[in-house]
């Protein structure tokens, strides 16, 4: 913690391409009961870069959630640095622009949503930021009709779905302009329709305004749809490749405890019976295809 | 457009009224109810009765609705105006029973003291109907951002008053689905003596409270990232502007005023 007030040193090799560095990034709780803090993060490292969705996968108590955390400065490391498009997270001066660029929506909507009105939610952030009025209207109609909440601008928040109130969230969010977004689990409360709402509408943030995405999700479907997949465990990182790359390791995330997408499950059993499938099989589409394929030649 | 937040019963309307600037609307209404305490004889009175409930119609509001807001204290009216009637004792002697004395300037009394709390409820609901929580909480952040000058926090103030209104509906439904798990194990809320009952109370609140903190934890985090660093150099989306129908309203209400202090002085005072 010696380096808080300092002005960060841009350190970075690639600053302009990397969003987000954590570098050897230690954390513990405090305890509050007299037991030893507990430590959560051992000494991770990765990078987040630019225009990039980057699904961070482990299981209850790996420390994802807390890594996530770490990413807008919620949390600051006890060890290691974290950079945020090279400005130091420890560095108290730059809080509002690490906050404003990379936006975090969570995992209970009803608890990120602050006014009694869609559209004067959507505007907090903004008007937090001291945007002038005519410039927030923009901001706020912008940021509605990109997550397809337009309609809903004048409603009561408390009378939308779990799905529309997430989007409304990540309204919310976009509103402030980030360069990234981290999603801490946004669908685990969720129907699988408002599941399935949300999903398509972090896509398309990614697609078509081109905003970073940290996804932390313990889906294994979801991951699949990411451009690269982080795995910790235990504090650490555990695998990282793409979605292809990580979840071919079928052994080695079962040993721990994680699940790979149900394709993946079934093209894996179906191998082991002496099926001729590729092992590196991510949506039910490929799946299929793989089966049908594989079925056709094999008679 | 549907923007009806449980409490202060709003009902979304676009009579003149509605559209009035939320901050505006406080101001005359204030004014109106410091004067029905001023009317002092059946002219002034007359002239403030005629004004309310010609508001009253202009705001489109069912008068119905305003009945209902006057049935839930019309047992207060009726007790202020029977303690009213037997506690002033004046020169004409109406009726006598026992110690029971009634004068003619005590119903004389009672009767101004009744009208002037059907009015005041009246002009309260005006207020409520046809101002939407969220506008409400805007003009008083306004209003009493003078106070600023003392310390008053007055942003703070404002910002919980509107999260207390966001979370009524949320910590309403979450009441219901700890009270349905509660029964659905076996626990009793509906029979036993009050004592029981409170008691029964018990395993609802507690888990309700724990969610509470849980949520405002949450929440907390929540503000943070999206910046929330209190009142100082924030905007707002909407920014309140008197428009010309304020300024209307600001010289009928005043007009008003002029003309009951007129009237008071045309006859005797009825009522002290």
């Known amino acids: 913690m010696d380096n808080i007030n300092k002005p960060s040193e841009p350190t970075e090799p690639s600053a302009l391409e990397v969003q987000i560095s954590a570098q ?24 987040i870069r630019k225009g990039e969705f980057v699904a961070l996968l482990g ?5 994802k959630s807390t890594m996530a955390k770490h990413m807008n400065a919620i949390l600051l490391p006890s060890g290691g640095k974290v950079y945020v498009g090279g400005m130091n997270t420890a560095d108290d001066d730059l809080l509002t622009d690490i906050r404003r660029t990379v936006g975090m929506v969570f995992q209970n909507p009803d608890n990120q949503l602050v006014a009694t009105i869609v559209e004067e939610d959507v505007a907090f952030g903004p008007e937090n930021l001291g945007i002038p009025s005519p410039e927030i209207r923009q901001l706020v109609d912008d940021a509605l009709k990109a997550v397809g909440m337009y309609e809903y601008r004048r409603h009561a928040p408390h009378k939308l779905s779990g799905g529309q109130k997430q989007r409304v969230a990540i309204a919310g969010i976009i509103a402030m302009r980030p360069k990234c977004i ?8 969720l129907d699988p329709r408002g599941r399935q709402e949300v999903m398509e509408t972090i896509d398309k943030l990614k697609n078509e305004l081109g905003i970073t995405v940290v996804l932390i999700t313990h889906y294994m479907d979801e991951a699949a749809r990411a451009d690269r997949v982080i795995v910790i465990d235990d504090g650490k990182l555990l695998i990282e490749g793409t979605p292809r790359e990580v979840f071919s390791q079928i052994a080695l995330l079962r040993e721990h405890h994680l699940d790979v997408p149900q394709a993946t499950e079934l093209a894996q059993y179906l191998r082991s019976m002496g099926y001729d499938i590729p092992e590196d099989v991510l949506t039910p589409e490929e799946c299929a295809r793989a089966i049908w394929a594989a079925k056709t030649s094999g008679q | 457009m549907i923007s009806d937040i449980t409490i202060g019963q709003f009902m979304p309307g676009k009579s003149f009224i509605h559209k009035m600037d939320p901050r505006m609307k406080i101001i005359v209404m204030s004014a109106m109810i410091v004067f029905v305490f001023l009317a002092k004889n059946l002219m002034s009175m007359g002239l403030m009765t005629g004004f309310v409930f010609l508001s009253m119609l202009l705001t489109r509001v069912s008068p119905r609705m305003y009945f209902k807001g006057l049935k839930a204290i019309w047992f207060l009216v009726l007790f202020t105006a029977v303690l009213n009637m037997l506690y002033l004792r004046g020169d004409h002697v109406l009726f006598q029973w026992r110690f029971l004395t009634v004068t003619e300037e005590g119903l004389w009394q009672s009767g101004f003291i009744a009208m002037r709390l059907v009015l005041i409820i009246i002009i309260s609901a005006m207020l409520t109907y046809t101002t939407s929580p969220t506008d409400l909480t805007a003009a008083i952040e306004r209003l009493l951002s003078p106070l600023k000058l003392f310390r008053v926090p007055v942003h703070e103030l404002a910002m919980m008053m509107t999260i207390a209104l966001r979370f009524i509906p949320t910590l309403l439904e979450e009441t219901e689905k700890i009270m349905n798990a509660q029964k659905a194990r076996g626990a009793d809320l509906e029979s036993g003596g009050m004592l029981k009952r409170a008691k029964a109370l018990i395993p609802i609140l507690i888990p309700l409270f724990i969610s509470a903190f849980r949520r405002a934890f949450e929440l907390a985090t929540a503000m943070d990232c999206r910046c929330y660093t209190g009142g100082k150099g924030r905007t707002r989306l909407n920014v309140l502007r008197y428009k010309f129908r304020d300024v209307f309203a600001f010289l009928l209400v005043a007009g008003l005023c002029a003309g009951i202090i007129y009237l008071n002085t045309l006859a005797p005072a009825l009522v002290r």
Do not use: C, R, W
């Not at chain 1, 305890?31 to 990765?46: A, F, Q, R, W, Y």
């Open chain 1, 24 to 47: 050897d990034v230690y954390f513990q709780y405090d305890s509050t009961d007299g037991t030893p803090p507990k430590e959560v993060l051992h000494g991770i490292s990765m990078e």
């Open chain 1, 59 to 63: 299981h209850n108590g790996s420390g």
């Open chain 1, 182 to 189: 981290v999603f801490d689990e946004p669908t685990a409360m």
